[in-house]
């Protein structure tokens, strides 16, 4: 990743929210690294180094600023091949995968060459991809050492570090610090009730456009909008519980409620997060190529996805029918399959059906539900095609080849393929043409005509199609 240093600089200057989280600032004089948008006292250029990612500033020998607090900036949203290798290798480090498995299990999962990763990695975020996944685990135990009391213990486990020993001399090594000296009121004790965060994101966010396309389609027991925030249950991994997402009153971040039952996953959920509410946009820069189309709601976003799975299956669900319809059958499938969540606040019930519970079905299991035989041999399909290993429904690097993949499945066809590469697949260029929705907003056009205009909209015609569709309320 190239950094203009004269640019970085005077986005420094101006402390401009735009670059949060593009780059980072070493500053040469204190030892520490910091966002963009930090408070402290602008350093002299000539003290200053500009780096692609936090990882890169630490092995650079900075350590995190304790102001602006580099591990609460939003993400980098890349749209380009290797950007988007490098954007799939950190979702995957973020959800553990380096944890359990090496480097070459993940080349293979995201299909390159181990090699290719690393290369791409280094090129990208100007580390090896065993030295990003270190700094994230430092840098989830430093947030987890300033906002929450959890015990130290917990904080070692909870991070992804094999033993307390370990986590502490690599977070002296690296920081210069002992964890107690990070934890500003060190309460020691059992684990709280909840663990509190925040997560950052560049304006303007529409946080009542986000609530409004996912309140539309939230699945009873599974997902509730209640007070202008979001709740819902999780499962991650071996953890399961609940979350509640609400923008805070006076900063620019999203405040973020987990159950301490999710305390040992609590860096995917996170990671979760910010692909559903989408904090990685730069929505200046794309509200500025998109022009007069996003004039209205230029902070608007494309939902993701916290669970692939649950996601696909609601899609599929929806096809030729209301989105009312679609969301009552997402709620019985939760309560027929679903398992009970434990300790979730009303009206969150259940989680949401895996994939391995649904491939078990029959047909009639789900007819009875009210889905016609195509729908539910659809889902069944699915189901085991992720069950099986042979669909992945995470952010993949060759989007292109995970839409002729999942098309490739009976019942799904172009629409909810690209539908399920915006969400899912997080692919800021989807665009289901042929959506009736989007035609009408264009006056008609027939799906060709659609896709010869959005030419202009490329790379971020998943946004355009949420604009177009946004415009149909106005109608």
Known sequence: MNLDADTCYQALLSHDPRFDGVFFVGVQSTGIYCRTVCPARTPRRASCTFHPSAAAAERAGFRPCLRCRPELAPGNARVDALGRLAAAVMDRIEGGSLSEEGVTALAEELGVTDRHLRRVVKSELGVSPVELAQTQRLLLAKRLLTDTTLPITEVAFASGFSSVRRFNALFQERYRLCPSEIRRTC????VPDALRFELAYR?????????QFLAQRAAPGVEAIQDGSYRRTVRAGKCSGWIHVRPHAERLTLQVEL?????GAVLPVLSGVKRLFDLSAEPRRI????GELATAHPGLRVPGSLDGFETAVRAILGQQVSVKAATTLAG???????????GAPAPLTHLSPSADLVAGAEVEQLTSL?????????????????????VSLQPQPDVEAAIARLVELPGIGEWTAHYLAMRVFAWPDAFPHADLGIRKALGGLAPRQVLQLAES??????????HLWKSLEAK
């Open 187 to 190: 309460r020691p004790g059992s």
């Open 457 to 466: 909209w490329r790379p971020w015609r998943a946004y355009a199609a949420m």
């Open 287 to 290: 509200a500025e190529h998109l």
């Open 203 to 211: 304006p303007p966010l529409d946080w009542d456009a986000l609530l």
């Open 259 to 263: 159950a301490s039952s999710l305390a």
């Open 332 to 342: 019985r499938l939760a309560a027929r399959f679903g398992e009970p969540s434990q």
């Open 370 to 390: 009210g889905l016609t035989t195509a729908r539910a041999q659809c889902v069944l399909h699915l189901a085991r095609g992720v069950a099986e290993g042979r």
